[in-house]
Nanobody, 128 residues
Framework: QLQLVESGGDLVQPGGSLRLSCAAS????????IGWFRQAAGREREGISC????????YYADSVKGRFTISGDNAKNTVYLQMNSLKPEDTGVYYC?????????????????????WGKGTLVTVSS
């Protein structure tokens, strides 16, 4: 059964760091794009970062450039999102998704186009 499971969400103070994990089972991430998305309370889901394993491209939304880093471990079939210098506006539920062969961008953000498989999310709260 194809499954994505996010983990690593927590309560952290502004300026702190977290590393989120997205573990895949039932299929290999080697040939797909994997995106990270977040949804804050009362707001629409937005794309944060995306990595295309097929062509090696990596994308970030402007709001997280220089602070977040996406990476993958093919041996563990897992993708990570290292988040540094966290701000209160980074608070939200973070989801990973896959299914598209490459990342697609619109308005400077990764889109969910073709991302047919989603995890259930992990909550990140940035607050003092």
């Amino acid at each position: 059964q194809l499954q994505l499971v996010e983990s690593g969400g927590d309560l952290v103070q502004p300026g702190g760091s977290l590393r989120l994990s997205c573990a895949a089972s039932g299929f290999s991430l080697d040939y797909y794009a994997i995106g990270w998305f977040r949804q804050a309370a009362g707001r629409e889901r937005e794309g944060i970062s995306c990595i295309s394993n097929s062509d090696g491209n990596i994308y970030y939304a402007d709001s997280v450039k220089g602070r977040f880093t996406i990476s993958g471990d093919n041996a563990k079939n897992t993708v990570y999102l290292q988040m540094n210098s966290l701000k209160p506006e980074d608070t939200g539920v973070y989801y990973c998704a896959t299914g598209a062969p490459v990342c697609t961008m619109a308005a400077g953000r990764p889109t969910g186009r073709g991302m047919d498989y989603w995890g259930k999310g992990t909550l990140v709260t940035v607050s003092s």
